[in-house]
């Protein structure tokens, strides 16, 4: 596992002191749950949903109980300008 | 008796009769606040306005008021409340203040509650000690020398020391019932979509049940009857409908018959094995019948858990970027880290099969196993902890800390499954947790055999000396 690449993708940044704590960390970690290699699951389907309820679906209709206002939206945006939020640009 | 260490029946009864006034009870739950909780830190947030909607409750109370009407209730920090600052215990969301209720406090306001304040957790709940909480920790109780457990660790400690009258946690794996089991209270634990997740700060998606914590099984009883149910804001929660749950004498005639699975008990030490064998006395002197069973080894249940859990969360917590709301990712604290890249490594190209994938097929073979063992057993012995707390920094540089605490609950929460911890007796003057776990939505099953417990034995009313 490369500690690196796997911050980029999760778009976190490392503090440089510990990354090598964390590469030992992991891999500690992922020696600790290889145990379940160990078990037979040619034939197990996987679980996701444990209750066993699928394609729930409701009305495409508008809920005005829980639509925010404008400012209640923006309202905890650390930076916004007229009334919209200021988000960082993608561009250089 | 001082009115904060009233039982939540006992309240409502004090209520009702008009022994006390709302006001009266959270003055008396604030001012044991004000003494204690400079020592303990349970709370993170208290409602400045608690006093001013007690006097407001008193003024509505009619005789046909809702019985939660003017009763104290501390909230775990990964609720969304719209009043109070929200924070899941975790800088990113320092000074975030909701714009939106969670289904369970709106519930719980609906009936007449009042929210007293805000309890510590583990940051994001990523733990079972509260010692993660980017806060500071909690201390327990018992003793300020050990951990409280966690993640709900804030909600069980403050109900363990009277500063409510009740709490609500969340429990993902283990984060009820162990914070429970080292505090010494009742933490239940209902089936995954019992309770709805709607405004609840999400970890694991697939696991997150949101639960209560309280001083009896009967008063955990009251409250999934008033938090529980359908939700058309969560699709996940279930339009089962709730049994009604409320303990009375004569629910529990019936005889049950109870595995104890032996890898379970190979986990605990002497003493703690000791404990379980007093309460399987107790529960044999009320006529129900314990046999020996076995279960899939809990150590394949860690790893199913570890992967299932960081992959949701580096999924969940990739909405946090500062730019909506909270402060941006350069806040995450270290615990919060390591899950969301193990679970991106565990999610990233090349990789998913082997870990994804396989751990949810593991997870088939946990609920296959427990489906078995539910065919020949009505509910299944389970305590929450092999032990009790563990001292103040036994988490530290531990990256499996919480997977091995939780190492006996986590295969009932992968599958889903409903259980609960009460208190059980106590090693070296800390409180020891007892617990059943049951099939899927048998809650009316699993809260009357604890309320039942509860009734032959007094730990539960044992107080920690603050």
């Known amino acids: 596992m490369d500690v690196h690449h796997i911050a980029r993708l999760a778009n976190l940044k490392l503090p440089p002191k510990q990354t090598e704590k964390f590469q030992s960390q992991f891999d500690e970690t992922l020696s600790a749950i290889a145990a379940i290699n160990k078990l037979d699951t040619k034939n197990t389907p996987p679980t996701s949903q444990v209750t066993g309820q699928v394609n729930i679906t409701r009305e495409d209709k508008v809920d005005t109980s829980r639509v925010l206002s404008q400012s209640e ?5 650390p930076k916004s300008h007229n009334g919209y939020i200021v988000v960082p640009h993608v561009f250089e | 008796m001082s009115l904060n260490k009233l039982t939540l029946t006992q309240a409502i009864k004090n209520l009702q009769a008009k022994k006390c006034s709302a006001f009266e009870l959270v003055k008396a739950c604030l001012d044991q606040i004000n003494r204690y909780d400079s020592k303990i830190h349970a709370f993170l947030e208290l409602n400045q306005d608690a006093l001013k909607e007690a ?8 005789d046909n008021s809702s019985p939660l009407l003017g009763i104290p209730i501390a ?7 719209q009043n109070l600052p929200t924070t899941a215990a975790s800088k990113v969301l320092e000074g975030y203040l909701p714009q939106y209720e969670s289904t369970v406090t709106r519930k719980l306001k609906e009936a007449g509650a009042i929210i007293i304040g805000k309890t510590n957790m583990d940051a994001w709940a990523h733990g079972s000690s509260t010692e993660s909480s980017d806060f500071g920790p909690t201390l327990n109780p018992w003793n300020t020398q050990f951990l409280p457990g ?3 660790g804030g909600s069980t400690a403050a109900v363990a020391a009277d500063m409510c009258i009740a709490a609500i946690g969340s429990e993902t794996a283990g984060s009820i019932r162990l914070p429970a089991a080292w505090c010494g209270v009742t933490g239940f634990k209902p089936t995954y979509g019992r309770v709805s997740r709607y405004g609840v700060i999400a970890m694991a998606s697939s696991t997150d049940s949101p639960g209560p914590i309280a ?5 955990c009883a009251f409250l999934t009857q008033i938090i529980g149910g359908f939700d058309p804001y969560d699709a996940t929660s279930s339009s089962n409908p709730v049994p009604l749950l409320t303990l009375s004498k004569a629910k529990v005639k019936t005889k049950l018959k109870i595995g104890l699975p032996k890898e379970y008990l190979e986990a605990m030490n002497q003493e703690t094995k000791a404990l379980v064998h007093e309460a399987i006395k107790v529960l044999q002197n009320q006529g129900h019948v314990i046999e020996p069973t076995s279960l899939i080894s809990p150590k394949y249940a860690i790893g199913v858990y570890t992967i299932v859990q960081r992959s949701e969360v580096s999924s969940n917590l990739s909405r946090y970027d500062g730019i909506r709301y909270g402060q941006d990712r350069t806040k995450f604290g270290e615990e919060a880290i390591r899950r969301i890249m193990l679970g991106t490594f565990a999610l990233s190209s090349g990789y998913y099969d082997q870990y994804y994938s396989k751990a949810q097929k593991v997870r088939t073979l946990i609920i296959e196993d427990f489906n078995q063992a539910f065919k020949k057993f009505d509910l299944i012995i389970n305590p929450p902890s ?4 563990l001292k103040i920094g036994a988490s ?15 295969p009932s929460s992968v599958a889903g499954l409903t259980g609960v911890s009460l208190p059980g007796g106590f090693v070296d003057g800390l409180p020891f947790g007892f617990g059943f776990v049951g099939p899927q939505f048998s809650e009316d099953k699993v809260l009357n055999i604890a309320h ?15």
Not at chain 2, 215 to 219: A, F, G, S, Y
């Open chain 1, 73 to 77: 939206a923006i309202s905890q945006a």
């Open chain 2, 386 to 389: 092999p032990g009790p707390a």
């Open chain 2, 452 to 466: 039942q417990y509860q009734q032959a034995t007094d730990w539960h009313l044992r107080k920690p000396q603050l």
């Open chain 2, 215 to 219: 001083k009896t099984v009967e008063d």
């Open chain 2, 75 to 81: 909230i775990k920090d990964n609720f969304l409340t």
């Open chain 2, 396 to 410: 530290k540089n531990e990256p499996l800390f919480g997977e091995m605490q939780d190492m006996l609950v986590e």
């Open chain 2, 55 to 62: 006097k407001l409750a008193d003024n509505q109370r009619r």
């Open chain 2, 150 to 152: 966690g993640s709900s």
